[in-house]
């Protein structure tokens, strides 16, 4: 295994580790999304620009990777564009895998952890869950949260500019990290997520964006190659 990626993978790792234990040991999930539940209701939620976000979804991560999927097709008859047949696979892949497979077929799909409207604490019928305790399989579709998972994707570009271009990459993870973020918050106010659902979103990307950029060796590319003015992504 790659020095450098098994040091990220660590890194990112013990950092959702730690996060999840002062988030539990707090309480903050609970109490990130008390202010938001008045009577039982979530009406902030669904007034702007919240309900705006939450209608958003997963449309600008499509087209994020719709732009990666033509940049990959392109390459293949253009020998001048060579350079973009990795990096468009990436965000296609990254797609796929980080919000598609392990976010929403793997994990929401089957963990059960009961969302914060469900629960009693927020004049629900379910038991509060940790991130790390698994519910009944079809009991909640809380953990992690895809609408924060397709919007953190957006950090994607990140990993390909990181080397060709660093103020762009610096302009695409601080771009996409507020995005994210910004979703998030939508989420928990529409009683739809707790905090550590995000957080794990968050992570379960950034994780997934950093095997592929080791695999697809895209951590090769020379500082500065070819393609660096011509940039498709950032559309």
């Not at 629900?124 to 809380?142: M, V």
């Not at 979703?183 to 106010?189: F, N, V």
Request: aromatic fraction near 14%.
């Amino acid at each position: 295994m790659n020095r450098n990626m098994l040091m990220e993978l660590v890194a990112v790792t013990s950092f959702l580790i730690v996060a999840t234990g002062i988030i539990a040991w707090s309480g903050a999930d609970l109490a990130v999304s008390a202010p938001y539940c008045l009577e039982g209701k979530w009406t902030i939620g669904y007034l702007f620009p919240w309900q705006a976000l939450y209608k958003l979804d997963r449309i600008p991560a499509i087209g994020l990777a719709t732009v990666g999927l033509a940049a990959f097709v392109i390459s293949l008859f253009h020998k001048n564009l060579r350079q973009w047949r990795r990096p468009g696979a990436f965000l296609v892949l990254l797609l796929m895998l980080g919000p598609g497979l392990l976010v929403n077929a793997v994990f929401k799909d089957h963990w059960g952890r009961p969302r914060p409207r469900e629960i009693v604490q927020f004049g629900g019928h379910k038991q509060f869950l940790q991130p790390w305790q698994k519910g009944a399989d079809g009991n909640g579709r809380s953990f992690p949260s895809g609408h924060g998972s397709s919007a953190f994707y957006m950090t994607a570009p990140f990993f390909i500019y990181r080397r060709r271009n660093r103020l762009a990459a610096r302009l695409w993870l601080a771009g996409g990290l507020v995005f994210g973020v910004f979703m998030s918050i939508a989420r928990i106010t529409q009683g739809g997520h707790f905090l550590s659902d995000n957080l794990w979103a968050w992570g379960m990307i950034h994780l997934s964006a950093l095997l592929l950029y080791y695999c697809l060796r895209l951590d090769r590319e020379p500082a500065g190659s070819p393609g660096t003015e011509n940039r498709p992504c950032s559309s």
